[in-house]
């Protein structure tokens, strides 16, 4: 396929404008295609010019228009940006806008709202919890606790559209299973190992049976509540030097401990709590670590055990002890499984946690409760939640190219099986790499059956761990660049899954090179193409 190149998108936006690359990128091209400009005479709009005018960029909140003099934009609605940056893409805006800054930018549903319906249900006082972003951590749990400070002083929950007002505090769902706040109860099924002996990885496939109780879609996502390890919990209460059956709200200690709190990062208010009962050197640190410092470079690694042995000898009231701690929360995974195949089945597929810090194995909550603790039979408290901007084509005949190394390749599974049941036309191409192909190829039965039956135009692996050089997903999309534009030329939409910092960005990098060299385009242009692609709903993604 020959395309002619085009000619430079002209540069009306100035790099001083609040703005990443991309979205410069995409400005410059919406503005000169709007004005039909050939790049001659040309005025640089000022960075005020530019966000009066600015439409809606691709991965961007809508403009409210809540005349509170902010243009409802979110230039730091990217989760790649540290939080510092995001926050001064966010000086100057309104609180609500800061708020949304603070958050983690995923979308990701874990808080039972998105980015901006969280921080609007924030300001409007609908929601009282500041640390319901897990993503975030205590990084944005601690800036919402600096900006919730500014509430009395903020504009009237007024000066918000009446809309975006209905949104963020609008009842949950009544179903049960429909939302965190209604959850419903899941049997678990199975569990079976989809490394092979000898990986370094740990990685099951996991099987629920949902009864009546709940529907989904391919692309959404499952929250599980998880239980703490009670050989933590009883750590716990022998550092405490506590009673385990010591009355905690009609409950005992041990039972909070494991279902009711989290035993994971130790919390600001917990070390708060240590300042008031410590002297000397110790409360000074105590004082230190609530307020973010790390006096002995250990910060990190304190999760409340840890934090309770740091200061040990510091005996908190249990009751008090348990206020400081954070709720336990939920955990979302992608659905591997389609209803199409049985309505009542689902499916995950889940990398177990596990590390040493001083000697000391520390374990993912979730993951290693369903990989370890939760038996055959049992049930457990779970939900749906609805995915935000990631869905299969309307069209059915429409192709895809699926991304998704490791466990990323859940949703594409459950793709996949929802196009097999279905009967969609469509070619679906998958791009899946791990660390060694004899111990870590997910489903290779699966696939290798579904390219058989020609469900799977196309499967290209990459084994970052097999030789002497690491080769990864996007170097494969390199290496098949001239195949991929032409799937993307003839209409393919384009999915990504896992990691959002480092796999999700190296992808992207990788597809500008592809459409820049096979579509004849400067990087510029690639970029500017991309940002369409999310615009229009072609290219999207599910990180985390």
Same mark, same amino acid.
């Given at each position: 396929m020959?395309?002619?190149p085009?000619?430079?998108?002209p ?7 609040p703005?990443t690359?991309?979205q410069?990128t995409w400005l410059?091209?919406?503005?000169a ?5 050939d790049g001659a005479?040309?005025?640089t709009?000022?960075p005020?010019e530019?966000a009066?005018l600015?439409?809606s ?8 228009g809540n005349?509170?003099g902010d243009?409802?934009e979110?230039?730091w609605?990217?989760?790649?940006l540290?939080?510092?940056e995001?926050m001064n893409l ?7 806008r800061?708020? $949304? ?10 808080c #039972? ?5 969280y921080?609007e249900?924030?300001f ?5 919890r500041l ?5 975030g951590?205590?990084e944005?749990?601690r800036m919402l606790k600096t900006l919730h ?7 009237? =929950?007024a ?5 975006t007002?209905a949104?963020a ?5 009544v ?5 965190r706040d ?10 079976t190992?989809? *490394?092979?002996k ?5 990685t ?7 009864? *009546?109780s709940?529907?989904?879609?391919v692309g959404?996502?499952f #929250?599980i509540f998880?239980?703490?390890d009670?050989?933590?919990?009883d750590?716990?209460?022998?550092a405490?030097n506590a009673p385990?059956?010591?009355?905690i709200?009609g409950r005992?200690l ?7 709190v989290?035993?994971g990062a130790a919390p ?14 110790r409360?000074?640190?105590a004082k230190a ?21 740091k200061?040990?000898?510091?005996r908190p009231?249990p009751e008090?002890f ?9 955990r ?6 389609s209803?199409k195949v049985?309505r !009542?089945?689902?499916a995950l597929t889940v ?8 000697s000391r194995?520390r374990l993912? =909550?979730?993951?290693?409760f369903l990989?370890?603790?939760i038996?055959?039979g049992?049930?457990?408290?779970v ?7 990631f /869905?299969?084509?309307a069209?059915p005949a429409?192709?895809?190219i699926?991304?998704g190394p490791?466990?990323?390749v859940?949703p ?9 049941a ?7 191409w ?5 660390? +060694?192909? *004899?111990?870590?190829?997910?489903y290779e039965?699966e ?8 469900v799977l135009?196309r ?5 970052s +761990?097999d030789g002497d050089?690491?080769i990864?997903?996007?170097?494969? $999309? ?10 993307i030329?003839?209409? /393919?939409h384009?999915y990504?899954?896992?990691d959002a910092k480092h796999?999700a !960005?190296? =992808?992207?990098?990788?597809l500008?090179d ?5 579509? =004849? ?5 690639a970029?500017?193409f ?5 615009k229009?709903?072609r290219?999207q993604?599910?990180?985390?």
């Open positions: 020959s395309i002619a085009r000619p430079p998108i540069e009306l936006i100035p790099e001083s404008a703005f690359l991309e410069r410059n091209g919406f503005f295609g709007l004005l039909s400009l005479g040309i005025k709009l000022s005020a530019s009066a600015m439409p960029l691709p991965g961007m909140v809508a403009p409210t005349g509170d243009d409802g979110a230039p609605h990217d989760q790649t540290p939080l510092a995001r966010a000086q100057g805006r309104p609180l609500h800061r708020m $949304m800054a603070a958050m983690a930018q995923q979308d990701c549903g874990q #039972g709202y998105n980015c901006q319906d921080s249900a924030l409007s006082k609908k929601e009282a640390n319901l972003c897990v993503p951590g205590k944005t749990a400070q500014e509430l009395d002083s903020a504009a009237p =929950v000066t918000m559209s009446a809309t007002v949104d505090t609008a009842a949950p769902a179903a049960p299973g429909c939302s209604n959850p419903a109860e899941a049997t678990f099924l199975s569990r190992r989809l *490394n092979k000898g990986s370094a990885k740990e099951w496939h996991i099987e629920f049976d949902l009864g *009546n709940i529907d989904y879609t959404d996502a #929250g998880p239980t703490n009670p050989a933590l919990a750590a716990v209460i022998a405490l385990p059956d010591f009355p709200g005992t041990r039972d909070v401990l494991i279902d009711g989290s035993l600001d208010m917990l070390f708060q709590l240590f300042s008031y009962i410590a002297g000397g050197e409360r000074l640190k670590l609530a307020a973010g410092e790390d006096p002995d470079g250990d910060a990190a690694a304190l999760d409340v055990l840890a934090a309770i042995q200061f040990s000898g510091v009231d008090a348990i206020e400081a701690l954070d709720p336990l929360q939920p979302l995974y992608s659905i591997a499984s209803p049985d !009542k089945r689902l990398d177990t946690v596990r590390y040493q810090i001083d194995a993912g =909550v979730a993951s290693t990989a370890d603790r038996k055959p049992g049930t457990l408290k939900y749906v939640q609805k995915a935000h901007a /869905a299969l084509p069209d429409v192709p895809i699926m991304i490791g466990t990323g859940a594409f599974r459950a793709f996949l099986h929802e196009r097999m279905s009967k969609a036309p469509g070619r679906n998958l791009f899946f790499g791990h660390q +060694r192909s *004899n111990y870590d190829f997910f039965d696939l290798a059956g579904m390219k058989a039956a020609r135009t499967l290209t692996l990459a084994w +761990r050089q690491k990864y997903v996007q170097d494969r $999309m390199r290496e098949v660049g001239r195949d991929l534009w032409a799937w030329a003839e209409g /393919a384009v990504v899954c896992g796999m !960005k190296d =992808v992207e990098r990788a500008i592809v459409i820049a060299s096979y579509g =004849v385009r400067s990087v510029n242009d970029v500017a991309i940002a369409d692609l999310k229009t709903g290219y993604q599910d990180v985390y």
